[in-house]
């Protein structure tokens, strides 16, 4: 699952977030002799502390979040389904067959949420019998004729309406809803969206559309038959095993999946979607999404095939399905799902062909790819050890961008993941593998997804690729079509490595926190630097850290590179050098994850730009010199040095890095012509764009005819900076006619361009286009369109305030994403002295559910609740 990676935009935005973090009593049982210290007394504890130890301890059993026990085997699951759709239920027959895992059972229970249980029946050799049965709305559970062992194998069949959208809501920030099965559109009500059903079982929610034992450490084959309008095309796991014309304009499709797995990655889809082929090794690699996206997903989904071989040359394990396809639809409730055999995306996804040149979802294309080996072949016994899923899939996308772009690519995605992680762990410190959770749903989060993906990483670093690809090898292999747990993992590569690794999984996988590592360099003999690092990090609640890591230095433009292992809370190196060293580099790639605290100072970030190979130091050094000594005179040229980087992310950091520093433009040569070369010519479509936005800054009249020339570039990155460049010059004439020209664009950088444009000028006559651009756009595209739809009628109310706020009133009440519900409540804002509206508001903050929304609306709400 890709961890709520569309609601990442919130974080343009600064807010405020508190949070307490608990202290952890760490208590180790130990052999000691029996006058070594006398024992504590707990009988002469004062009573309220008795009392609070004894609730500690009872808590610590009560909220431990245990592996399911097992007491079936679900051996397999068939299924044949209709629909309803104007009730929006599921009417299905399930035939389950199981054994008991060990100890002999009489009771069968099974979930099965928000049911209408019509018949329960066991089928045996000999006629069908009926069962009694109890049901509490989540479990059913049937009383066998006798006790069952682990010798027999028994059938049942259940007869049932599946009720999805009761009970909803929930989720977290990664899965926003609850429901397992979503009709989209089923009556047809609402304009420019189709109608479809799709399923997202994860965590444990495809019990709300089907009986099972919904339970990752469980696993099971299946076979499912949809019924659905002729019109429409299914997709589920497995292989398509035959349709049938029911001579009533619907059709029964048959799909069968004959390869074991976890109840949570069962799914379907139904829907008008066109079917795009293509294959990796003669394996069927097929793509589908609307009509009009379809030339987009064939460059979308493009490296699919190549990732495929990628990834199974990597492990030495053939991509281990029937085949992969994925599916893009409206309104999904995370990023995607890599449910068996077929990944389910979000519907930004969607593009049209020329929105797909400029394409950037390769990382979760791979990610979702990447779980096909790891999360469905191998799966995670509990929630608890959930990384097991995710860290894989993210370090997926470093493997990805490695390959293909290259490791600069790689490590800047490898800091940018980091960072995220240090953003959540202001907020909350959590065991990666962590057994106290109040709900399978927060493993959602940073720690499972970015720093379970570091922790990989580190450990590839450490070990070399060797022995982390055999070791993975074996570990998949060892553990095909089975549950696992972290040990597993460990114990995989302590046997390929012949080395103890407890101490890794130790302090990374089984402990909160991170190192904060304060360092200094003696460079008092540069032939012999002395360098000095001290682990700052709170030790009564963080481990203290054995932590490889390698520094580096530059002789000759070679790069020397040695690693030291730092297992002290104060230690020092001695670095014996050849020649005299003057810039040592500490973690240059970027691989540690670890708070670092140094002074280097202004000739260090000289240095390491002019000399370091890695893209990621250059990056942070031009960065870091802007950011503390832009008035240095020797900061400017180097800038400007950076334009011409052979790293695309550090010519796109020089030209912003000049747009906020304007007296830099004379001090650089030939800027101005170097910015018309790069928003010509360069490879990369960001920075021609941010050269174009430059360009626009230092003289948007000289450069009006080439803004107006890349107006129809191919790219839309391009075109949108050039549209808001050409009318952001006032000296324009045509600017209305400009304007007027791209009304009917539905890529949110034009929409925008032309947005700023009529709100700038209060231009009359807009109110239409402006809810007409409303209902066209969705998801991201919709939450960065709203701030412009609430400024535009607050500033000309008289082009249909009332109806603007009805609008926001709407999405920040209803709408599924929860980014998007925060983005309409802000835009209220922009109209709160209306007569009643802060009541309004507090309504809709009342009756949100989702706990970031809530603590977001919250924060804008905040003065008026103290009002009261």
């Not at 609402?190 to 929610?205: D, L, M």
């Not at 893209?615 to 503390?628: C, F, K, M, N, T």
């Not at 109209?831 to 924060?859: C, H, S």
Request: proline share 3%; glycine share 6%.
């Amino acid at each position: 699952m890709k961890v709520w990676k569309s609601a990442l935009i919130l974080m343009l935005a600064v807010f405020v977030f508190w949070s307490c973090q608990s202290s952890k009593t760490v208590l180790n049982e130990q052999e000691r002799a029996e006058d070594d210290f006398p024992l504590v007394d707990t009988a002469a504890l004062l009573e309220s502390e008795r009392s609070e130890l004894i609730q500690h301890l009872e808590y610590k059993i009560e909220a431990y979040q245990a592996s399911r026990q097992r007491d079936f085997d679900l051996l397999h699951t068939a299924l044949d389904l209709k629909f309803d759709y104007e009730n929006e239920w599921v009417l299905g027959t399930a035939e389950l067959i199981l054994k008991p895992h060990f100890f002999p059972q009489q009771e069968l229970v099974l979930d099965a949420k928000d049911f209408d249980v019509h018949q329960y029946e066991l089928l045996t050799d000999t006629g069908d019998q009926a069962l009694n049965f109890r049901y509490n709305g989540k479990k059913l559970t049937a009383y066998l004729p006798s006790a069952y062992t682990r010798e027999d194998t028994i059938r049942v069949r259940i007869k049932y309406t599946a009720k999805p959208n009761e009970n909803a809501g929930g989720g977290s920030r990664a899965i926003t809803d609850t429901k397992g099965l979503y009709f989209i559109n089923p009556r047809g009500e609402e304009a420019n969206k189709p109608t479809q059903i799709w399923t997202q079982g994860e965590t444990e929610h495809n019990s709300k559309w089907f009986p099972t034992i919904d339970t990752p450490n469980e696993r099971g084959t299946q076979e499912i038959k949809l019924t659905v309008d002729a019109k429409y095309r299914t997709l589920s796991n497995g292989l398509l095993q035959g349709s049938i014309d029911n001579g009533d304009g619907t059709r029964s499709d048959t799909w069968l999946m004959d390869l074991p797995h976890a109840p949570y990655l069962a799914a379907i889809v139904v829907g008008d979607f066109v079917e795009i082929k293509d294959e990796w090794e003669g394996m069927q690699v097929n793509y589908y999404v609307e009509k009009e996206f379809e030339e987009g997903a064939k460059k979308v989904f493009a490296h699919t095939p190549e990732m495929i071989g990628f990834f199974s040359e990597r492990l030495g394990v053939p991509y281990p399905w029937q085949r992969y396809d994925q599916v893009v639809v409206r309104d999904f409730v995370s990023g995607a799902m890599e449910n068996t055999t077929i990944s389910i995306f979000m519907e930004q996804l969607n593009l049209n062909e020329r929105e797909a040149i400029d394409s950037e979802w390769d990382s979760i294309i791979a990610h979702e790819l990447f779980h096909q080996w790891f999360g469905n072949y191998v799966t995670n016994e509990s929630w608890a050890n959930l990384t097991l899923n995710e860290a894989f899939g993210n370090y997926a996308e470093y493997l990805w961008y490695e390959h293909k772009n290259g490791k600069d690519d790689a490590d800047m995605h490898q800091v940018a993941e980091m960072e995220q992680y240090f953003d959540e762990a202001l907020e909350k410190q959590e065991d990666l593998v962590r057994f106290y959770h109040k709900d399978g749903e927060d493993m959602f989060d940073s720690h499972s997804y970015a720093k379970g993906g570091r922790i990989l990483h580190m450990l590839r670093r450490h070990l070399g690729d060797d022995a982390f690809f055999a070791s993975l090898n074996y570990y998949l292999e060892n553990h095909a079509f089975s549950a696992v747990e972290v040990h597993d993992l460990r114990l995989a590569f302590e046997a390929v490595t012949g080395m103890d690794l407890n101490w890794y999984f130790n302090q990374w996988f089984l402990a909160s926190g991170h190192p904060i590592l304060e360092y200094e360099v003696d460079y008092s003999q540069p032939e012999n630097l002395l360098l000095t690092i001290a682990q700052r990090q709170d030790f009564s609640t963080t481990p203290l850290y054995k932590i490889p890591f390698k520094v580096s230095w530059y002789s000759g433009g070679e790069r020397y590179e040695k690693e030291l292992v730092l297992d002290k809370s104060w230690q020092q190196f001695a670095i014996v050098n050849n020649v005299p060293v003057t810039a040592l580099y500490v973690d240059e790639a970027k691989e540690i994850l670890a708070e670092k605290r140094t002074l280097r100072g202004r000739q260090h970030f000289i240095q390491q730009y002019e000399n370091s190979k890695l893209g990621v130091a250059r990056y942070e050094a031009l960065d870091s010199l802007s950011s503390y000594y832009g008035e240095d005179p020797d900061v400017a040229p180097l800038i400007g040095k950076g334009l011409g980087d052979d790293f695309w992310a550090v010519r796109e950091l020089a030209i912003m890095k000049i747009s906020q520093h304007p007296e830099w433009i004379l001090a650089i040569e030939n800027l101005e012509e170097r910015l018309f070369e790069i928003a010509e010519n360069d490879p990369k479509n960001t920075v021609r764009l941010g050269a174009i936005e430059l360009l626009s800054l230092i003289d948007g009249d000289k450069y009006s005819p080439a803004f107006q020339r890349w107006l129809n570039d191919p790219s839309y990155y391009v075109a949108g900076a050039a549209l808001s460049a050409y009318l952001e010059e006032p000296n324009n004439k045509n600017r209305d006619e400009i304007a007027s020209r791209f009304e009917s664009e539905r890529n949110i950088r034009m929409i925008v361009a032309l947005a700023d444009y009529y709100i700038a000028e209060e231009m009359e006559g807009k109110g239409k286009w402006f809810h007409e651009k409303l209902d066209l756009l969705t998801g991201q595209s919709l939450y960065y369109f709203l701030g412009y739809y609430g400024d535009y009628f607050a500033k000309l109310p008289g082009e249909g305030s009332d109806k603007a706020i009805e609008r926001l009133q709407g999405l920040a009440g209803n709408h599924n994403a929860n980014y998007v519900r925060i983005a309409a409540f802000m835009g209220l804002f922009a109209f709160i002295d209306e007569p009643g509206l802060v009541a309004k508001a507090k309504a809709i903050w009342t009756e949100e559910q989702d706990e970031m929304a809530k603590r977001y609306m919250e924060f804008f709400l905040s003065s008026y609740l103290d009002e009261n």
